[in-house]
């Protein structure tokens, strides 16, 4: 599900809230040493998102915020935020040249270069969270 989150929006927080949890607490996002990734470029993404990217030549640019149950991904377009919301049951990464986040029939591919490298432990850890929450709640693509 993607959002517009330029604003801050009740219906939206609630909505993100009830997909893939509340954020995590102060505490819990110390002990996980951070929840959020360094800001990533953009090398491709699926027909249906490519309406949320820049249209001209600008990079454009993403990041990954870790919840509970799942994942924030916000794409920058000039001065608006787009949050495409997946539950970790939908979440599917591939580590290709870059990595690359499939779910709800739509994919984003993030480039391999120094920020990508730069967040292999926040990419670790959210393998690790994703693992966990499979474990915990079994679905049929995980048994």
């Known amino acids: 599900m993607l959002l517009e989150t330029t604003y801050s929006d009740k219906k939206n927080k609630e909505l993100i809230n009830d997909l893939v949890g ?30 949320y990217l820049n249209t001209v030549s600008d990079i454009n640019y993403g990041s990954i915020e870790l919840r509970p149950g799942g994942i924030l ?9 787009f949050t495409w919301v997946i539950p970790y049951y939908q979440f599917y990464l591939y580590k290709t040249n870059g990595i690359s986040i499939h779910a709800q ?6 480039k391999n270069n120094r920020t990508h490298r730069e967040n292999a432990p926040f990419f670790k850890k959210l ?5 966990e929450y499979d474990q915990k709640f079994p679905h049929v693509d995980s048994i």
């Not at 794409?75 to 935020?81: A, E, F, R, S, V």
């Not at 029939?105 to 993030?110: E, L, N, Y």
């Not at 393998?127 to 693992?131: D, G, I, S, V, Y």
């Open 22 to 51: 509340k954020p995590f607490s102060l505490l819990s996002s110390i002990k996980l040493n951070g929840i959020g990734s360094k800001r990533m470029i953009i090398n491709e993404v699926s027909p249906n998102l490519k309406k």
């Open 73 to 81: 991904i916000t794409i920058n377009k000039g001065l608006q935020n």
């Open 105 to 110: 029939g739509k994919f984003i591919h993030f």
């Open 127 to 131: 393998m690790r969270l994703k693992t």
